[in-house]
């Protein structure tokens, strides 16, 4: 049983190209979080999603991010436009919505 | 007040040190409670589910106090393993959903 997978493990970009991130779930759950955390500071939660629906967006910025959660295939966090700001540690997790979550190994985002 | 609020720390403390995390959460309709540890730049890993019983596991005790809305992660005989990040979680209810909020992380830094 496969744990959380999330690819790419790190990713440049430039400034004003878009980023993908995906985040395939543990077998069984369908309940995924993403989180975002800069060097030395604690998680930040972004947004919360079950298979085709947001639940929970508060933590998400206005403009550039957007996440799914297909019925078929992964969860996707986009951002579209990066700038340097955008420089962090992506992690999902995931959940069957009762107990608790299992992270995958993030992704690391550099924009140069 | 902040929805998960953990001691700021950083905990520096000897071999063999008893050491104690404190974490308050806002939410008094919050359902289940972890303590996830964090290794630098790796993912955050479930380290003990915490219930309204308390709960041990080896040098580690949990506990939980609805009334106060406050939960405690006390290590004893510390080990220089267990220098890492703790983090608390909540699983807040945000209207019919549950949502997982991570605190900010307690530092600890277990010296010989």
């Known amino acids: 049983n496969a744990g959380v997978m999330q690819n790419p493990r790190h990713l440049v970009r430039r400034r004003g190209q878009e980023a993908r991130l995906r985040c395939s779930p543990m077998k069984g759950h369908s309940h995924v979080y993403w989180y975002r955390q800069l060097p030395e500071e604690g998680l930040k939660f972004m947004v919360y999603l079950q298979k085709e629906n947001i639940i929970d967006e508060s933590g998400m910025p206005k403009e550039r991010f957007s996440a799914e959660f297909p019925k078929e295939g992964p969860s996707i966090l986009r951002i579209q436009q990066v700038v340097r700001g955008d420089s962090a540690a992506y992690f999902c997790?995931?959940?069957?919505?009762?107990?608790?979550?299992?992270f995958g190994q993030g992704t690391r985002l550099t924009v140069v | 007040r902040k929805e998960v609020e953990q001691d700021p720390g950083p905990f520096n403390v000897p071999e063999g040190a008893t050491v104690a995390f404190n974490c308050t959460y806002s939410n008094s309709a919050s359902q289940s409670f972890f303590w996830y540890r964090q290794d630098c730049r790796k993912e955050p890993k479930l380290l003990m589910s915490v219930y309204s019983s308390g709960n041990e596991d080896g040098r580690f005790t949990a506990q939980l106090n609805r009334a106060s809305q406050y939960i405690s992660l006390l290590i004893r005989d510390s080990k220089l393993s267990d220098s890492a990040t703790y983090l608390c979680v909540v699983n807040m209810r945000r209207g019919s959903q549950g949502n997982l909020i991570f605190g900010k992380g307690t530092k600890l830094s277990v010296k010989p």
């Open positions: 997790a995931s959940s069957d919505g009762q107990g608790e979550a299992f």
